[in-house]
């Protein structure tokens, strides 16, 4: 594994999007962690020795929504300026505004989503990161 390599955190509960997602993200040079929920996620976080260079959520997950994960993140100094991509079925029902604001959402992609789509924001997400 190279040292380039952007570590990224997906949460999903999708085991078969998940899967998917990985996938595409490794062809794509990305250091994957994978979290079957919001809660899991949490943990990686909070043990990782380095803050993730990008997080991938999910919005509805089990036991820890996408939308809690992220304001759980709003304090935590290490990921200020981490970019997240909040994954979606109900982009119509969201206060997608609301979302960027509050909660420094970078991008939300709408489901379904081409796994290119999801590569290519991720290394948008990258590439206009303000560093810390």
Known sequence: MSASRKKVLIAEDNPALAVVIRFHLERAEFEVISATNGREAKSYIDAAPEPFDLIITDHQMPELTGEELVRGLLDDKRHSQTPIILLTAKV??????????????????????????????????????VPA
């Open 92 to 129: 119509l029902e969201l206060d997608v505004t609301r979302l960027r604001d509050e909660l420094g959402i970078t991008k939300i992609l709408a489901k379904p989503f081409g796994p290119s789509d999801l590569v290519r924001t991720a290394e948008e997400c990258l590439r206009t990161r």
